[in-house]
């Protein structure tokens, strides 16, 4: 727990403040592009997990949705990245998620049933929330190339109707 | 003095042309926004959902019908009652949707 909340803030000061900081400090196109990719795979991992361990229909139905979902986004983040000729770049934020997400996966790991079940869908709630923050706040303002900006806008809209649809089986659990 | 035959014919287009015909209304799906949001149409209409994502979407009423809309796919449904429904894509809750069906 205070592995993931150190690193959950850690994330969102990267994150978070960049946009105050010297222009350099601003993400560049194959950083961006790395962040936003992670952050797929990161959800596409927890929701693998969920499949294994959860027995609930919605969450079940819910994470084969985040699979779905996010598997096309990232075939579209490769496709242009190999149009464009951008190497993702790995960089601290996409460490901190990352980190921040295999912290998140042992505690999921220690729990069974319903109580998986609703730290499960409340961490989802939360990641998509932080998400969501970070690509209108830093990423979306910080891309330079329109295709990339676009399909970050596209994973906006995405990532917030996942967070709605979370926060809809989150009600249903309890 | 016309033929009876073609005031038969005559009396038989009117009663074919009289009730409205049923129309087909696009509604596309591009970056998960439905386009147009909101459409006018009448009891035996079909609405067409052109999917142009590559996310697979849904057209859901709450407590009423719900058409799946696969992705790069179309799919459609013929409007049966009157009234006006919002409806909302039940993996992404955040498009929206609105059909008011006339009689």
Known sequence: ?174 | MVPKRHLWIALALTVIAAPVKAETIQVTIDKLVFSPATVEAKVGDTIEWVNKDMFAHTATVNGGWEVMIPPKKSASLTLKAAGAVDYFCRFHPNMKGHIAVAP
């Open chain 1, 1 to 174: 727990m205070l592995i993931r909340h150190t690193a959950a803030l850690a994330a969102m000061l990267l994150l978070g403040t960049a946009p105050l900081a010297q222009a350099a400090d601003k993400p560049t196109d194959p950083q961006i592009a790395h962040i936003a990719y992670t952050a797929g795979v990161i959800d596409v991992e927890a929701a693998k997990q969920a499949l294994k361990k959860s027995k609930n229909k919605e969450v079940l139905a819910f994470a084969k949705d985040m699979v779905r979902d996010h598997e096309a986004v990232n075939v579209q983040a490769l496709d242009l990245v190999k149009k464009l000729k951008v190497t993702p770049e790995d960089n601290d934020t996409s460490k901190a998620l990352t980190k921040a997400a295999a912290g998140e996966r042992a505690k999921l790991a220690k729990l069974k049933g319903a109580a998986f079940d609703k730290a499960y869908v409340d961490n989802e709630v939360a990641y998509h929330k932080q998400v969501d923050g970070a690509l209108e706040t830093l990423l979306i303002p910080s891309a330079s190339n329109a295709e990339l900006k676009s399909l970050l806008e596209t994973g906006l809209k995405i990532f917030q109707g996942h967070e709605q649809h979370a926060e809809h089986v989150a009600s249903m659990l309890k």
